[in-house]
């Protein structure tokens, strides 16, 4: 079963707008990924935030994570044709050693030129 | 290319039939993972493998479906007699765990796309 939901489920914006994924889960975790997927390229990681950190950046991405509410939050800023996709996050819980990764049902972004 | 590689990537079947699939994970990653995703849904988590060890299967993993990592390198995932609810993409990533604590990432492959008709 798929623990995480993205909202909203699809987003269309022009390029060099800003976008903002938001993300739900309901169990303890160890971190909270996301993850990107096109035909192309299959998934591919974007940026990971464990439990007890609040802010992440990396390049032009923004993550935040709130575990009181169980909440996370990717922004992708001045946004480009080549970020078309969906994107999912990802969270491994705080039980077993498997580290397996349940996702969410995903968000398909569209950005146009 | 060093990354993790998956072997048909597409597969077309009728039900009732068996297929068999193959997953190369990079070199030294210790620890092998299966996921099936279905369409307009995000990948679930089947089973994993530490070594040739198969360590946890998921409920999705019903009695037609069977994993093996035969020497701890390559897995092949076979399902026998498809269904038409097999349909899906059979997603591959695997990771290095060195036993730190830290969190160790996956890399995923390309995917396996099964069609059953």
């Known amino acids: 079963s798929q623990q995480g939901e993205e909202d909203p489920q699809a987003l269309s914006i022009q390029e060099g707008e800003n976008a903002t994924m938001n993300c739900s889960y309901k169990?303890?975790?160890?971190?909270l990924q996301w993850y990107r997927q096109n035909s192309g390229r299959g998934l591919v990681h974007l940026i990971l935030?464990?439990?007890?950190?609040r802010e992440k950046h990396s390049g032009r991405l923004r993550v935040t994570l709130d575990t009181s509410k169980k909440s996370s939050s990717l922004l992708i800023t001045a946004s480009r044709a080549a970020d078309t996709a969906s994107y999912f996050c990802?969270?491994?819980?705080?039980?077993?050693?498997?580290?397996?990764?349940?996702f969410g049902k995903g968000m398909k972004l569209t950005v146009n030129p | 290319d060093t990354g993790v590689s998956q072997d048909p990537r597409h597969k077309i079947t009728k039900r009732g039939q068996n297929v068999t699939f193959r997953c190369d994970p990079i070199?030294?990653?210790?620890?092998l993972y299966w996921y099936r995703q279905t369409l307009g849904q995000g990948p679930e988590f089947l089973t994993y493998?530490?070594?040739?060890?198969?360590?946890?299967k998921s409920r999705l993993l019903s009695d037609r479906f069977s994993a093996e990592r035969p020497k701890g390198s390559f897995s092949t995932l076979e399902i026998q007699h498809t269904e038409q609810g097999d349909s899906a993409m059979y997603l591959c990533?695997?990771?290095?765990?060195?036993?730190?604590?830290?969190?160790?990432?996956?890399?995923f492959g390309p995917g396996t796309r099964l069609t059953v008709l």
């Open positions: 935030i464990r439990s007890n950190e």
């Open positions: 493998f530490q070594n040739e060890a198969q360590l946890e």
């Open positions: 169990t303890s975790i160890n971190n």
């Open positions: 990802a969270t491994v819980g705080t039980q077993g050693g498997s580290e397996k990764l349940v």
């Open positions: 070199s030294e990653h210790n620890r």
């Open positions: 990533a695997s990771s290095l765990s060195v036993g730190t604590g830290a969190y160790n990432e996956q890399f």
